[in-house]
């Protein structure tokens, strides 16, 4: 019975049955991994969306380019979130197809407004982002073992998102009319978003 109840405890302890390079194909990742996994994929997913929807009306334009540089680097992450998501056999979150819709529209329409409100709706996105990732990485910190390849990959999309967030700002992004009132509904949502898709 005292082994039973140990076995009970360990399984429910995060960070503790695998690490990333030793992950057994037959295993289940812990419940606070999961969670990680899923709302990132969620999120690269939605940010492939924006960049494509704002693209799709600035593209011949001068910010072109940056939209587009942005945008690959928004689907290399998506591409790693999609293989750990495969690897450790995480679900998706059931709310993709409303990402998918949202993303492209909000892309679409901030592009619409002008160069500035896209840029705006960057900064916002990649301000909750960059937090978001910065409290994840507190989190794997506190695991035993140490999920050392996953939280190399959150740096790094971190650095990409961080990146993004100062070229918004480069490019006039507080230019933007009522920009304090544009990026805080943004931010809600964004909030909103990491919340569902973390629990749905």
């Given amino acids: 019975m005292a082994a039973a109840f140990a076995q009970r405890h360990l399984a429910s302890r995060s960070c503790q049955l695998w690490s990333l ?43 072109g380019p940056t939209i587009h540089h942005m945008w690959d680097q928004e689907r290399d992450h998506l591409k790693v979130f999609s293989k750990l998501m495969v ?51 507190r989190e794997l910190l506190h ?10 990959v959150i740096k790094k999309c971190r650095d990409d998102e961080e990146e993004h967030h100062d070229k918004g700002l480069e490019y006039d992004a507080e230019q933007t009319p009522n ?7 943004i931010k809600v949502g964004c909030y909103g978003a990491i919340w569902l898709s973390e629990r749905i």
């Fill in 21 to 63: 390079a030793k992950f057994s194909s037959q295993s289940r990742p812990d419940e606070m991994t999961d969670r990680i996994i899923r709302v990132d994929h969620a999120g690269e997913y939605g940010a492939d969306r924006i960049y494509a929807g704002q693209l799709a009306v600035l593209q011949s334009t001068s910010i």
């Fill in 143 to 152: 695991c035993q073992p140490k999920d050392s390849e996953l939280m190399e």
């Fill in 179 to 185: 920009y304090w009132l544009f990026t805080s509904i």
């Fill in 87 to 137: 690897d450790r056999r995480v679900r998706p979150t059931v709310l993709l197809p409303i990402w998918n819709v949202a993303g492209y529209a909000l892309g679409v329409g901030s592009a619409l407004i002008g160069k500035e409100a896209a840029m705006a709706c960057t900064v916002a996105v990649e301000s909750v982002i960059v937090e978001h990732y910065n409290n994840q990485l």
